[in-house]
């Protein structure tokens, strides 16, 4: 039997998990309230799929423990592997590029040095994105996953 595909996980529906990314990216360059909003947005994901993870447990099995483990399941994954690292991580990259772009562009006008900095981060997405995802599945088989049995 093939595998359903998950709305969440394998459309481009899993691209709103990484908004607040893009929001970390331009805090340079926009108000911190924009940067809100895009973490409003990824956390809005994140219930969203939570969400769904649960109602296909209660569908599949009803039982109270087996919907909660689904549940605390979906929105750990989620909030490790969409929000917080990727989050951490593109904020980091902005920081210290900027933190380089006014060391070693001392000439740069100050848009040019903001946007290499947008650039750089923007660039970065893309890349940090499967390693993460694989990292936090490795460290949930390895510690909450471990600790029920299904």
């Known amino acids: 039997m093939a595998k359903q595909k998950d709305m969440f996980r394998d459309t481009w529906v899993r691209y709103l998990g990484y908004a607040n990314e893009v929001g970390e990216a331009f805090r340079p360059v926009v108000p911190a309230r924009v940067v809100a909003y895009s973490y409003a947005i990824?956390?809005?994901?994140?219930?969203?799929?939570?969400?769904?993870?649960?109602?296909?447990?209660?569908?599949?099995?009803g039982r109270p423990r087996s919907v909660a483990i689904a549940t605390g399941d979906a929105i750990l994954w989620q909030t490790f592997a969409s929000v917080i690292i990727p989050g951490y991580t593109i904020n980091r990259i902005s920081a210290f590029t900027g933190r380089g772009v006014k060391k070693f562009?001392?000439?740069?006008?100050s848009f040019v040095g903001k946007g290499i900095t947008v650039a750089v981060a923007l660039c970065c997405i893309p890349i940090i994105v499967s390693p993460i995802d694989h990292m936090v599945?490795?460290?949930?088989?390895?510690?909450?996953?471990?600790?029920?049995?299904p």
Not at 46 to 51: E, I, K, L, R, S
Not at 105 to 109: T, Y
Request: proline residues 3%; aromatic residues 18%; charged residues 25%.
């Open 105 to 109: 562009g001392r000439v740069l006008p």
């Open 137 to 149: 599945t490795f460290a949930m088989n390895h510690t909450y996953r471990m600790w029920y049995k």
């Open 42 to 61: 990824a956390f809005g994901y994140v219930f969203a799929d939570t969400a769904d993870k649960s109602t296909k447990m209660i569908r599949q099995d």
